[in-house]
């Protein structure tokens, strides 16, 4: 079974400062990986997506994520914080045999200090 | 256009009570997913449907639980005797296809709170 771990539940950063969100899965089939955000009030909302095209993947708001099959994680990062990216972010894994279904992590919540 | 809406926002039951919560897909859309988010989880598949037929419904807790999309559309996930433990919050997504790399689209969820 597919699984995924996000350690630790929150992260607190400067404005203007890197951010780093760390994803770690478990899939014993090639994955597809997903980093949804959730605004406080409001649905899951795509950042970014791994299909097994390029390894490193760049989303919206300034995001991106690099694939790393040897190291299994799919780590989320941002050169410079801004205000606006406070927030809860979701790592989550899909593969062939997963009927399209996803298997998310536990999430964690970003917090940009002024 | 239009995205995923679920109706109500916010449901309070009683312990026992039977409960109905609605999605609406994005038009178009083949694929709607049920998920269930509790505090300070992720959210855990339930069930996801290909046109009208359940295709995956592993998901589901037990048999109190139990979801349909008669016509290919709209979806309705319906509790039975609902119990404390259910109280979280239902999120529906939808996508274009029922591809393992197709985005969901997630509405903003129904909560559900069980006295």
């Known amino acids: 079974a597919q699984s995924v771990t996000q350690l630790g539940s929150h992260v607190s950063v400067s404005e203007g400062a890197l951010v780093l969100l760390r994803c770690n899965y478990s899939?014993?089939?090639?994955?597809?990986l997903f980093w949804y955000v959730q605004y406080p009030n409001q649905g899951l909302q795509l950042l970014l997506k791994?299909?097994?095209?390029?390894?490193l993947v760049k989303g919206i708001n300034g995001f991106e994520a690099e694939f790393k099959k040897s190291e299994t994680s799919f780590h989320l990062t941002k050169p410079s914080a801004h205000m606006s990216d406070a927030a809860e972010y979701f790592c989550?894994?899909?593969?062939?045999?997963?009927?399209?279904?996803?298997?998310f992590g536990k999430g964690i919540t970003l917090s940009v200090r002024p | 256009g239009a995205g995923v809406s679920q109706t109500p926002s916010n449901k309070v039951t009683e312990k026992g009570k039977y409960v109905e919560l609605r999605c609406d897909p994005i038009?178009?859309?083949?694929?709607l997913y049920w998920y269930r988010q509790s505090l300070g989880q992720g959210p855990e598949f339930l069930i996801y449907?290909?046109?009208?037929?359940?295709?995956?419904d592993s998901g589901l807790p037990n048999d109190r639980f139990f979801a349909v999309r008669p016509e290919g559309s709209v979806s309705t996930l319906k509790i039975q005797r609902t119990e404390r433990g259910d109280s979280a919050v239902y999120l529906c997504?939808?996508?274009?296809?029922?591809?393992?790399?197709?985005?969901?689209?997630f509405g903003p969820g129904t909560r559900l709170t069980v006295l």
């Open positions: 997504a939808s996508s274009p296809l029922a591809a393992s790399t197709d985005t969901q689209y």
């Open positions: 899939s014993s089939v090639p994955p597809y």
């Open positions: 791994y299909t097994s095209a390029a390894t």
């Open positions: 989550a894994v899909s593969d062939l045999r997963a009927n399209s279904k996803l298997t």
């Open positions: 038009s178009g859309h083949t694929a």
């Open positions: 449907f290909q046109g009208t037929g359940a295709a995956d």
